[in-house]
């Protein structure tokens, strides 16, 4: 990977705030930033980019947290699902992922949530949760344009994820 601004202000006339940007293609040289993968553009607030800090300072997972920022497929309740992308897909989760499975999921952003969801790398070779996902976006009160973290660990015998929304 080839280092990239530390942060991009994005602010604007309204606003005096730096923001930082992030993306598969903007990378930074913060020390959280080898501990995660961007999976789209995000653009991180203060209060975000210290809710990360936080959380790789008192965490640093085995396998890197996926970042994004959720949109509309991610939410929609009747059909929603939550998509990885394929190099994070190919470099992190394949080995969990030769057959579809349902692993454990939990999330204490608003009110804890816990249920299990069924995983599965797709023919395009992205990892794409389903089941359940709605259960999750509600319990974790996850909107369109959020900042979500995901946390994949190995766990006793099976792969499990922890979701954490960084933005309000």
Known sequence: ???GPSYINLSDSKS?????L?????????FFDKHCHFGNEVELTKANLDHLKSQVNDYKPQIPYYVCKMGKTTNYLTRGKMT???E???????????????????SNTNAWVGTRVRINKVATGHAVITTNWPDVVMGAEIKDGDICMFCFYDG???LGCFVTRLSN
């Open 16 to 20: 005096d705030e730096e923001t930082w």
């Open 88 to 106: 994070y897909t190919e470099e992190h989760l394949k080995n969990y992922l030769t057959v579809p499975t349902t692993i454990p999921i939990t």
């Open 1 to 3: 990977m080839a280092a």
């Open 84 to 86: 990885f992308n394929k």
């Open 156 to 158: 006793t015998r099976e």
């Open 22 to 30: 992030r993306g598969p293609t903007i990378y930074g040289m913060e």
